[in-house]
Protein backbone atom coordinates (compact mmCIF):
# COMPACT_ATOMS: atom_id res chain seq x y z
CA UNK A 1 0.00 0.00 0.00
CA UNK A 2 2.45 2.26 0.82
CA UNK A 3 4.06 1.53 -2.43
CA UNK A 4 1.29 2.62 -4.17
CA UNK A 5 1.27 5.58 -2.12
CA UNK A 6 4.15 6.56 -3.09
CA UNK A 7 3.72 5.84 -7.03
CA UNK A 8 0.60 8.22 -7.36
CA UNK A 9 2.83 10.75 -5.39
CA UNK A 10 5.39 10.60 -7.56
CA UNK A 11 3.09 10.38 -11.01
CA UNK A 12 0.96 13.71 -9.35
CA UNK A 13 4.30 15.58 -8.83
CA UNK A 14 5.54 15.01 -12.34
CA UNK A 15 2.55 16.05 -13.63
CA UNK A 16 2.26 19.08 -11.54
CA UNK A 17 6.26 19.75 -13.00
CA UNK A 18 6.52 18.84 -16.57
CA UNK A 19 4.87 21.67 -18.04
CA UNK A 20 6.92 24.64 -16.64
CA UNK A 21 10.11 22.07 -16.96
CA UNK A 22 8.93 21.69 -20.50
CA UNK A 23 7.96 25.36 -21.20
CA UNK A 24 10.97 27.19 -19.11
CA UNK A 25 8.78 28.65 -17.20
CA UNK A 26 8.17 29.52 -13.29
CA UNK A 27 4.60 28.48 -13.16
CA UNK A 28 2.13 26.37 -14.54
CA UNK A 29 0.03 29.70 -15.84
CA UNK A 30 3.22 31.03 -17.54
CA UNK A 31 3.42 27.60 -18.80
CA UNK A 32 0.29 27.44 -20.80
CA UNK A 33 1.16 31.17 -22.07
CA UNK A 34 4.44 29.79 -23.46
CA UNK A 35 2.99 26.86 -25.13
CA UNK A 36 -0.01 28.87 -26.93
CA UNK A 37 2.60 31.74 -28.03
CA UNK A 38 4.74 28.43 -29.30
CA UNK A 39 1.85 27.01 -31.04
CA UNK A 40 1.33 29.71 -32.39
CA UNK A 41 4.24 31.31 -33.73
CA UNK A 42 4.26 28.21 -35.85
CA UNK A 43 1.50 29.20 -37.64
CA UNK A 44 2.04 32.83 -37.90
CA UNK A 45 4.82 33.72 -40.93
CA UNK A 46 5.86 37.63 -40.13
CA UNK A 47 9.08 37.61 -37.76
CA UNK A 48 7.13 40.89 -36.47
CA UNK A 49 4.09 39.11 -35.47
CA UNK A 50 6.25 36.43 -33.71
CA UNK A 51 8.04 38.79 -31.75
CA UNK A 52 4.51 41.00 -31.01
CA UNK A 53 3.22 37.38 -29.11
CA UNK A 54 6.28 36.94 -27.29
CA UNK A 55 6.19 40.25 -26.25
CA UNK A 56 2.38 39.66 -24.93
CA UNK A 57 3.21 36.66 -23.50
CA UNK A 58 6.69 38.08 -21.12
CA UNK A 59 4.25 40.95 -20.40
CA UNK A 60 1.03 39.12 -19.26
CA UNK A 61 3.29 37.02 -16.88
CA UNK A 62 0.50 34.17 -16.73
CA UNK A 63 -2.22 36.53 -16.03
CA UNK A 64 -3.90 35.60 -18.91
CA UNK A 65 -3.59 32.07 -18.70
CA UNK A 66 -4.98 32.34 -14.76
CA UNK A 67 -8.41 34.44 -15.99
CA UNK A 68 -9.44 32.07 -18.90
CA UNK A 69 -8.04 29.39 -16.17
CA UNK A 70 -10.50 30.83 -13.11
CA UNK A 71 -13.81 30.45 -15.80
CA UNK A 72 -12.73 27.16 -17.26
CA UNK A 73 -12.40 25.67 -13.92
CA UNK A 74 -14.23 27.94 -11.06
CA UNK A 75 -13.76 24.43 -8.65
CA UNK A 76 -9.86 24.06 -8.56
CA UNK A 77 -7.25 26.03 -7.21
CA UNK A 78 -5.66 28.73 -10.12
CA UNK A 79 -2.09 26.60 -9.62
CA UNK A 80 -4.12 22.98 -10.49
CA UNK A 81 -6.50 24.58 -12.77
CA UNK A 82 -3.54 25.90 -15.08
CA UNK A 83 -2.09 22.16 -14.74
CA UNK A 84 -5.39 20.75 -15.97
CA UNK A 85 -5.70 23.61 -18.86
CA UNK A 86 -2.06 23.09 -20.27
CA UNK A 87 -2.50 19.46 -20.79
CA UNK A 88 -6.03 20.38 -21.84
CA UNK A 89 -5.38 22.63 -24.34
CA UNK A 90 -6.20 22.05 -27.85
CA UNK A 91 -3.88 23.19 -30.34
CA UNK A 92 -6.24 22.79 -33.43
CA UNK A 93 -7.96 25.03 -31.39
CA UNK A 94 -5.41 27.91 -32.32
CA UNK A 95 -5.40 27.74 -35.91
CA UNK A 96 -5.87 30.70 -37.78
Not at 28 to 53: F, N, P, Q, Y
Amino acid sequence: MLKLVLFVGVVGAAAYLIPQLYEGTSNACTAIEAKVMRLAAAEAGSSDVRAAMALAARLSNGDLARAAVDSEYPNLPTGLGCVVGYYDLDPEALRF
